[in-house]
C-alpha cells in the first residue's frame, strides 16, 4: 500500500493531516459571532469537504477514500461515493470541487463532482446515481484540485513538480505545467503542491501554493509560471483568490505570519493578520467569509476562528476541538453564511451572525 506523505508538522497517522494530542478540557466551545447548527459524525477522519453552489449539499472526502454526500439543511446522509478502485486503495480524498454548471446544461449534468485522492486517482462523480463516470490515474499523490470559472478546465497537483491541466468535457490532458530546468529560475513549484485556485473572472490564470514557500502565478496555456512571490508555508487548502478586492489570502502551518493578505495584480503583501493571542493556532485552511470577514483554521489549538477584514480583530471562535481543522467550506451566501468545518471524524455546521 503507498504510504502517504504529510505536512512537516506534529503529524498524525490516522489522517495525515496533524495531530492527535490528547486535550483536558470539556470538549469544543463557540466564542463570538457564530452559531453552531448541527455537528455531523462521518465515522471516519475528514481530510476535506465542499458545500455545493447554493449550501444545500455538502460533500465530504474521508480518509478511507470514501466520499458522503450530505443534505445540508436538514442535515442527513443522502449518498455514498465508493467504487473498486477506493475500497481496494483505501487512501484518503484530498480535494472535492462540485462541477460548475450553466443555466442550459441538462439536469443529469449538474449533479457531478471531482474528487482527487491520495493514490493518484481523480474521479467524476455523478452523485445522484452513485456513479463514477469517468478515472484518471495520476502516477503521484494528487492533492489539489480547481475548477475554472466557467467549468470548462480543471486541474491538478500533487506530490511531484508537475500542475496538469484538463479539458472538463474530454476529460483530456491538455497541458502539463511544471519549472524549468534551470534551478535558477523559480517558474514552477519544487516541492508538493497542497492548494489550487483559479482567478474567479480570469478563466485562464490560477496559483498554487505549497511546501517551497511560493506561490505561482499560473496560465493554462503556457508550460511554465508566469511569476510569483515568495512567502506562505502552505499544508493545506489555504489560499483564495476575493473577486471584489482583487487580493490572496494566505494561511501558513508555522509559527508565525500564519494569515496574509497579497495584491492579486502586485504579488505584493498588503497585511499580516495578527494571531489571536490566547488561542494561536498553525494554519491548514483559511477563506474569505463574506466581503467583511476571514475564517480560518489549524492545528496546535485544535481552533477556528473567524477576523473582520476591516480592523483584523477576532469575531468568533470555535475552540477546544477533538483534532485539528483540516478542512472548512462556506457558502457565500449573504451576510449570515453557512460553514462546515471538519476535526476528527465530524463536521460542524455553523452559522456566522454579525451582531452589534
Not at 492527535?20 to 463557540?30: A, E, F, I, V
Not at 485562464?204 to 508555508?233: C, L, S
Not at 477576523?307 to 472548512?328: A, H, K, S, W
Request: charge should be negative; proline fraction near 4%.
Amino acid at each position: 500500500m503507498q504510504r502517504v506523505e504529510r505536512p512537516r508538522s506534529g503529524m498524525s497517522t490516522t489522517s495525515g493531516y496533524g495531530d492527535h494530542s490528547q486535550h483536558t478540557k470539556s470538549g469544543p466551545y463557540l466564542d463570538g459571532n457564530l452559531k453552531l447548527l448541527d455537528t455531523i459524525d462521518c465515522a471516519n477522519d475528514v481530510l476535506c469537504c465542499r458545500l455545493n453552489h447554493d449550501g444545500s449539499l455538502l460533500a465530504v472526502g474521508l480518509v478511507d477514500g470514501s466520499i458522503k454526500i450530505y443534505d445540508a439543511v436538514h442535515v442527513r446522509l443522502l449518498h455514498s461515493l465508493s467504487d473498486e478502485d477506493t475500497q481496494r486503495m483505501r487512501l484518503p480524498v484530498t480535494q472535492i470541487r462540485f462541477r460548475i454548471f450553466g443555466d442550459m446544461d441538462k439536469v443529469e449534468y449538474q449533479n457531478m463532482l471531482i474528487a482527487t485522492y491520495a493514490s493518484g486517482l481523480v474521479k467524476i462523480w455523478h452523485f445522484t446515481s452513485q456513479a463514477c463516470l469517468h478515472t484518471i490515474h495520476e502516477v503521484r499523490q494528487t492533492l489539489a484540485l480547481a475548477v475554472n470559472p466557467l467549468g470548462q478546465k480543471f486541474v491538478t497537483a500533487g506530490s511531484d513538480q508537475q500542475v496538469h491541466v484538463y479539458d472538463e468535457e474530454t476529460k483530456m490532458k491538455i497541458n502539463t505545467l511544471e519549472p524549468s530546468d534551470s534551478r535558477d529560475i523559480m517558474d514552477g513549484h519544487r516541492q508538493r503542491v497542497y492548494a489550487a485556485q483559479y482567478h474567479p473572472t480570469k478563466p485562464n490564470i490560477f496559483i498554487t501554493g505549497g511546501w517551497d514557500d511560493t506561490v505561482q502565478f499560473w496560465d493554462d496555456r503556457e508550460r511554465h509560471a508566469v511569476r510569483h512571490f515568495h512567502g506562505p508555508h502552505i499544508c493545506g487548502d489555504s489560499l483564495e483568490i476575493d473577486t471584489e478586492h482583487n487580493h490572496i489570502l494566505t494561511g501558513s502551518w508555522r509559527n508565525d505570519k500564519v494569515l496574509q493578505i497579497w495584491d492579486f495584480s502586485s504579488g505584493l503583501l498588503i497585511k499580516d493578520v495578527p494571531p489571536e493571542p490566547l488561542n494561536a493556532s498553525l494554519v491548514y485552511c483559511c477563506q474569505w467569509l463574506g466581503k467583511d470577514s476571514i475564517i480560518a483554521g489549524g492545528s496546535y489549538m485544535h481552533m477556528a476562528r473567524v477576523i473582520d477584514r476591516g480592523t483584523l480583530n477576532t469575531t468568533g471562535q470555535f475552540v477546544e476541538l477533538p483534532q485539528g481543522v483540516y478542512c472548512m467550506d462556506n457558502d457565500r451566501q449573504g451576510h449570515h453564511p453557512k460553514i462546515a468545518i471538519g476535526s476528527s471524524h465530524n463536521i460542524y455546521l455553523l452559522r456566522g451572525e454579525k451582531k452589534s
